[in-house]
């Protein structure tokens, strides 16, 4: 029962909850309304599910709405300070489109932001990879397809918590952003997630339904590149039982080019150098989950990832020696297999019927298998046969305890053992000559941590503290090159959050942050890719530490929202890149060495123009000063600027439009100096089949803008290069969303794999 009181002008507090789990509602929208139902005011509810809003004499009536819930009324008098308010479900029949935001949606938690994918017009038929070239948060090279936070490549990729064996790349190139229900960037993570990754966190979390009855949905696209593919997902619940599996194919295949003009110091030889790169591939995944709700405080779940990525890269180079007159054709035939298995279990034991007091267990084991076989034939001559055999796994084991002891204090703690594990093996055939490397390479990490909240009127304050003892040990050829270490390190976080009104708010943040030498850094073995670039990986490398210190100012109100960041990161022990020339070839090695200072912002704006136009502008930029202990660089004083714009158009209820340009401004690091550049999008999408069916249309880089052209300046070589990619085509994709029976949303004991760092 909502109790009410007398009406007069008071600032009034209240929480909104789930009707059926208990569970707060984030973000719900309240709307102030006049008994003529004019808007008089409004805000949303907060990460615990609060909200205050002044109730003056004019407001007649509050609307309360959540995606997926029955919107509620409430008219004057208004229920006393303090009511709790429970939010039904929309018990209407349950297509997906029912839960699914039209929009991508930003919210802003006190450690980290968080994009809800929705339906964005942008990312439809595309892969992660493609979605995360939308977003201004997250910088994606065009190139090398490198992600990076805020100017820094060691971003940690996660996937529902979990970490991949995979490059960042291939993990990303390799799920659909159909099917993807919101990311998590998180820049300043706290002790509860693991240390690892100077930059932050990037966190994927995947759609995970559980529903009475049986959905599911189909997706297809094709583009005007050679590219096609096909997904799909069921899901069925029943009794106390929830299953799903999903499954899907892509084909795709491109061309790029590159021009590249090279003066070698050591010689003074000039080179100009061209390349066409062709990519030939597919990707295969499947996925299997099983929930077992055994009752109101008790849940188990197993589930099963499958991947298989497969492609040909086949470079031609001709590589021109200006000085003699010399020229010669280098062809490159790679072959990448990428089988990868992800197992799971986790129990959840709740002490109350909601997630307010539990420990939950969880092992993942993931194992990934790769096969890398490479030849190179020059001037029709082979000179190279390159056989690498690839395999490397992870096994989480992890426990965590959330316990609430009041609705303004809440205490997480958790374990988690990490092993992992990479062998390798290579053998190389160059001139009757045979070379065999093999490579073996162990770590095991050992992490405890702690994390207090606590709410004081509008101040929030969360402190943590994670212990981490990490040890590995790593052996080149039969222990002639064996490499050990052994660390123990302490990470304290701390996070601030002053409330000043329901429009207003900012927050202080600082953690400290560990960098652990990458499987990529570390391994000396190593594919070959291009015919004068080769990459050796250092086994004796050491982590870097970071410190990150982070201001945010945010302001929304119904239509108009502002978010300022203002972030500064010192990092001592950097792992730096080399460059040496050997018969002509750029080798890039890596040695620790020297600090950093990097001083950043972050500003977007958004608003809604009328009730069809939505405009939002995004811009970043940083300032880095280097002093590496290395004297092979150039540039102590680098930064990165850019710049992106999106104006969405509603035009009814079945069309919506929207137009999006970015500008990557101009880069400097280390080494390199980059142009800038900039890309249009356009995108289109119309629903059919009674709202059950969506029809997009995109076209990317309608100028073709990207050409992507820099300088690499070290003591030994000078290059200038130019690329272009097939970056400008038509995409058009069909999606179809199916039930049977009375499909509804169930009781869901969210487990919440992202919160919790143990997962990770």
């Known amino acids: 029962m909502i109790l009410s009181h007398p009406l007069r002008a008071q600032k009034m507090q209240y929480s ?30 907060d990460a615990e599910g609060s909200f205050e809003l002044i109730i003056s004499k004019n407001i007649r009536k509050l609307e309360v709405a959540h995606l ?34 039209e929009k991508t949606s930003r919210e802003f938690l006190i450690d980290r932001k968080v994009i809800n994918f929705g339906n964005d017009l ?37 996937v529902n918590g979990k970490p991949s064996s995979l490059n960042n790349a291939d993990l990303l190139d390799q799920i659909d952003a159909s099917q993807v229900d919101k990311v998590e960037i998180i820049t300043s993570p706290s002790a509860k997630y693991q240390a690892d990754g100077a930059s932050g966190i990037v966190n994927i979390i995947l759609k995970d339904k559980v529903i009475k009855g049986l959905a599911g949905n189909i997706n297809v696209e094709g583009r005007s590149i050679p590219r096609y593919g096909a997904s799909g997902n069921l899901t069925s619940g029943f009794r106390n039982f929830n299953l799903q599996a999903s499954a899907g194919y892509r084909y795709n295949l491109f061309i790029n080019r590159a021009y590249n003009n090279r003066v070698l110091k050591t010689t003074g030889s ?53 000085n003699n007159g010399a020229q010669i054709v280098n062809k490159l035939t790679n072959f990448h297999s990428h089988r990868t298995k992800v197992y799971n279990v986790n129990y959840r034991k709740r002490f109350t019927d909601e997630n307010k007091r539990y420990i939950d267990f969880d092992v993942t084991l993931t194992d990934n298998q790769n096969t890398l076989p490479s030849s190179a034939v020059v001037n029709d001559l082979v000179v190279l046969d390159n056989e690498l055999f690839y395999d490397n796994s992870i096994l989480n084991i992890a426990s965590d305890v959330f316990w609430t002891f009041s609705e303004k204090s809440i205490l997480e703690t958790g374990v988690l053992y990490t092993m992992k594990t990479i062998n390798n093996l290579q053998q190389t055939e160059s001139n009757g000559d045979t070379d065999i490397l093999a490579y073996k390479y162990d770590e095991s990490n050992y992490s405890v941590y702690a994390l207090l909240k606590n709410q004081y009127d509008k101040l929030g304050i969360q402190f943590g503290l994670r212990s981490e003892y990490f040890v590995s040990d790593g052996i080149v050829n039969n222990e002639t090159e ?53 990459r050796e990986g250092n086994p004796s490398l050491t982590p870097e530490f970071t410190d990150n210190f982070e201001l945010g100012i945010r302001y929304n109100n119904q239509s108009f929202s502002v978010n300022n960041n203002l972030y500064y990161r010192k990092t001592s022990d950097i792992i730096n890149r080399i460059f040496l020339i050997e018969d002509d070839i750029t080798i890039m090695q890596f040695e620790n060495g020297g600090e950093n200072h990097t001083v950043g912002i972050e500003s977007t704006v958004a608003q ?85 069916g969506t029809l997009s249309l995109r076209f990317t880089d309608v100028f073709r803008g990207t050409i992507y052209e820099n300088e690499r300046i070290s003591n030994m070589i000078m290059e200038d290069r130019k690329w272009l990619g097939q970056t400008r085509a038509i995409v058009m994709s069909f999606s179809y969303r199916f039930s049977q029976g009375d499909v509804k949303l169930r009781k869901q004991n969210k487990k919440n794999y992202n919160e919790s760092g143990a997962l990770e």
């Not at 942008?122 to 990076?148: H, K, N």
């Open 122 to 158: 942008q990312s439809a038929g595309g892969t992660v990879l493609e979605a995360f070239e939308q977003l201004p948060e997250i910088e994606t090279d065009p190139v090398t397809q490198t992600i990076s936070l805020r100017g820094n490549s060691n971003v940690r990729i996660l």
């Open 482 to 534: 064996a490499v050990e270490r052994e660390f123990w390190n302490l990470f304290p976080s701390l996070h601030l959050s002053y409330n000043k009104s329901d429009k207003l708010n900012c927050s202080l943040s600082y953690n400290r942050r560990i960098s652990r030498p990458s499987f990529y850094s570390l391994n000396p073995l190593t594919t070959i890719n291009d015919p004068l670039y080769r």
């Open 270 to 322: 000039f080179q100009e150098v061209s390349t066409r790169r062709e990519f030939d591939g597919t990707v295969k995944n499947i996925s299997l989950k099983a929930d077992w709700f055994i009752n109101s405080k008790n849940d188990f779940s197993l589930s099963f990832n499958s991947s298989e990525n497969e492609h040909f890269i086949t470079p031609v180079t001709t590589i021109a020696n200006v």
């Open 608 to 692: 809604d123009i009328t009730e069809q136009i939505s405009l939002s502008v995004t811009a970043t930029g940083y300032y880095q000063h280097a002093n590496p202990d290395i004297n092979d660089f150039y540039f102590e004083d680098q930064y990165n600027y850019g710049l992106q714009n999106k104006l969405s158009y509603t035009v009814s209820q079945k069309l919506s439009a929207d137009i999006q340009w970015n500008y990557f401004g101009r880069r400097r690091g280390l080494n390199t100096r980059a142009d800038d550049f900039n890309v249009l999008n356009l995108a289109a999408r119309y629903k059919v089949l009674n709202n059950n």
């Open 16 to 45: 909104i909850i789930d009707g059926d789990s208990k569970e707060p509602l984030s973000y719900a929208t309240i709307t102030a309304l006049s008994d003529s139902s004019t808007v008089l005011g409004g805000t949303i509810t």
């Open 68 to 101: 997926g819930y029955a919107t509620l009324i409430l008219t004057a008098p208004f229920p006393k300070k303090g009511t709790v308010i429970e939010l039904d479900i929309d018990g209407e029949l349950l297509s997906e489109i029912v839960v699914e935001g």
